[in-house]
């Protein structure tokens, strides 16, 4: 399993991005289920609405739809968030990378992919390894 943040989905999605065809390479080669939190889909709906239009809000809709991404949540996610938030205070990181963090940390994975290597290659696993795998990025070296 991957853990997926926005701005893979985001680059993939937006013809625009200087990431794009980087993300389309990348997820196209994907044979893994790619998991994220309701927080990624809620900034994707309003991103991929606000810069794509309603014709690419409706294409992100038919991909959850279509289960291109597994959607998390637990009865502990917030607490789990926070704590991850309270850990990294220093960094101005979001609620939603630290949802991202603590998903991991119940999916059992370091794998996570990501366009935002400024603070994922900063945040250290809550399993206890070293780092994450940031892909497409790690993959690529």
């Known amino acids: 399993m991957i853990v997926v943040d926005t701005s893979v989905v985001l680059a ?10 980087r993300a389309v390479s990348w ?5 893994e289920d790619l998991v994220t939190t309701p927080l990624v889909i809620a900034e994707l709906d309003h991103l991929v609405r606000r ?14 739809v279509g ?3 597994q959607v998390e949540w637990w009865s502990d996610a917030v607490r789990e968030s926070a704590g991850v938030l309270d850990r ?30 400024r603070h994922f290659r900063v945040l250290k696993p809550l399993t206890g ?4 795998t940031l892909l ?6």
């Open 51 to 64: 810069l794509g239009g309603r014709a690419a809000g409706d294409a992100l809709r038919a991909d959850l």
């Open 27 to 31: 997820m196209e080669d994907v044979r």
């Open 67 to 69: 289960g291109a991404y």
């Open 88 to 117: 990294y205070g220093s960094l101005d990181l979001g609620l939603t990378d630290a949802s991202l963090v603590a998903l991991a940390a119940r999916l059992g994975t370091i794998r996570v992919a990501t366009l935002d290597e």
């Open 12 to 21: 993939f999605m937006n013809r625009g991005d200087a990431h794009h065809a």
């Open 136 to 141: 497409p990025g790690d993959e690529e070296r």
């Open 129 to 132: 390894e070293p780092a994450f």
